[in-house]
């Protein structure tokens, strides 16, 4: 039996399955939605549902799904956690650039906490490495964030075992937030050295953005448990660490509600060893 619950930085107390945001912006996650108050409704039935830990990012939109989060739900309250990410630039052909520049990203951060309504940012995250930038300068920039107080802990996204290790000599690392799911495991070292620290790791693309038709077994265990395929690559995610905490993301209510019922299916060892 897996814990139902998992202490970002120790003490950070949230369900470990939590809520992507990026989903309810525009085409190519660029822009408003078509309807702007169903994706305010989906963010406020998430917390209603029992999620309190919501992640997004300042180039969701860009700006529009952090602006919507602070629109939708009081971010001050003690039993929410908002994460955001600072690192990636966007443009109307909807290219995802990084941009590590340590002025970038104080600049960011001041975007973001003004969007979403906080004076302190629960997790705020390095999007992505930057070629243009050495790594140790843009993670010294959110180290020099916390030390401030306007972050109260730092996470890293999209980063190999060797950065992580680099990071944690500089600031302690809270969480990692990698591509990870029952059908690309590539950054299982990621998952294990985020074990052995105890840090929690966010797998982004949880459901594998549909792409599920070649894992073996899966259909039938989905049957076996009356649930869709996307609900047993979820429960797969949550039994396969203590320190996984996916965040499915839809702008749809019935698939968010079908998500979080996810977290109430119990795979058997044979099931979780078909999977694996």
């Not at 969701?60 to 990410?85: F, H, M, N, Q, W």
């Amino acid at each position: 039996m897996t814990d139902d619950t998992f202490d970002i930085g120790g003490e950070l107390t949230v369900n470990r399955l939590g809520f992507g945001a990026m989903r309810i912006t525009g085409e190519d996650v660029i822009g408003e939605p078509d309807d702007v108050e169903n994706a305010r409704d989906v963010v406020r039935r998430a917390v209603e549902l029992g999620v309190d830990f919501i992640d997004t990012a300042d180039s969701y939109g860009p700006g529009v799904s952090e602006r919507l989060i602070g629109e939708a739900l009081d971010t001050e309250r003690d039993d929410l956690v908002i994460a955001t990410k600072g690192g990636l630039l966007r443009n109307t052909d909807a290219d995802w650039l990084p941009h590590g520049d340590p002025d970038y990203l104080r600049n960011a951060y001041l975007c973001s906490r003004d969007r979403l309504g906080v004076d302190t940012i629960d997790l705020y995250q390095l999007h992505r490495p930057d070629s243009d930038t050495a790594f140790e300068d843009s993670v010294h920039a959110l180290a020099e964030l916390k030390d401030a107080g306007l972050v109260e802990h730092v996470g890293l996204s999209n980063v190999s075992v060797d950065q992580l290790d680099r990071a944690r000599d500089i600031v302690e690392i809270a969480t990692v937030q990698n591509q990870y799911n029952v059908a690309n495991r590539d950054a299982q070292a990621v998952l294990d050295a985020c074990e052995d620290y105890g840090i929690g790791f966010i797998p982004w693309f949880p459901l594998a953005a549909g792409e599920l038709d070649d894992v073996d077994g899966i259909d039938d265990i989905a049957q076996r448990h009356d649930a869709t395929p996307y609900q047993i690559a979820l429960a797969w995610l949550l039994e396969s660490s203590d320190v996984t905490l996916p965040i499915p993301g839809t702008a749809s209510l019935e698939h968010l509600e079908q998500n979080v019922a996810a977290a109430d299916i119990e795979l058997s060892d044979d099931e979780l060893a078909t999977l694996r």
